[in-house]
């Protein structure tokens, strides 16, 4: 199994860029298809991006498509998700979460999550 640990939220301008990263421990994290999720104030949480076991396959929600961008280093058992052009309605805490069944978009299809990382986007 892995345990999941997000960094890099913080506070941003409209149009900046941030990355967050995803720590995982265990030894089988190569295994695993990762995903980000996100939950903005009163809203449900909702997917953002994934990415396969061996960086094969990305998917990516439409409304983050050619802003952001998910990659994995395996070595590094980390995930990364580089958020460019960045707006106010990116506003939310970022999860990040595995799932043994590749680069999947649904959240009962991840087993381990972490618990967030706080990402704010001013105007």
């Known amino acids: 199994q892995v345990q999941p640990v997000e960094s890099g939220g913080g506070l941003v301008q409209a149009g900046g860029s941030l990355r967050l990263s995803c720590a995982a421990s265990?030894?089988?994290?190569?295994?695993?298809?990762m995903g980000w999720f996100r939950q903005a104030p009163g809203k449900e949480r909702e997917f953002v991006a994934s990415?396969?076991?061996?960086?094969?396959?990305?998917r990516y929600a439409d409304s983050v498509k050619g802003r952001f961008t998910i990659s994995r280093n395996n070595a590094k058992n980390t995930v990364y998700l580089q958020m460019n052009s960045l707006k106010p309605e990116d506003t939310a805490v970022y999860y990040c979460a595995a799932s043994e069944y590749g680069a999947v978009v649904t959240e009962y299809e991840y087993d381990y999550w972490g618990q967030g990382t706080q990402v704010t986007v001013s105007s």
């Open positions: 265990g030894r089988t994290f190569s295994m695993y298809g």
């Open positions: 990415i396969s076991g061996s960086s094969s396959h990305t």
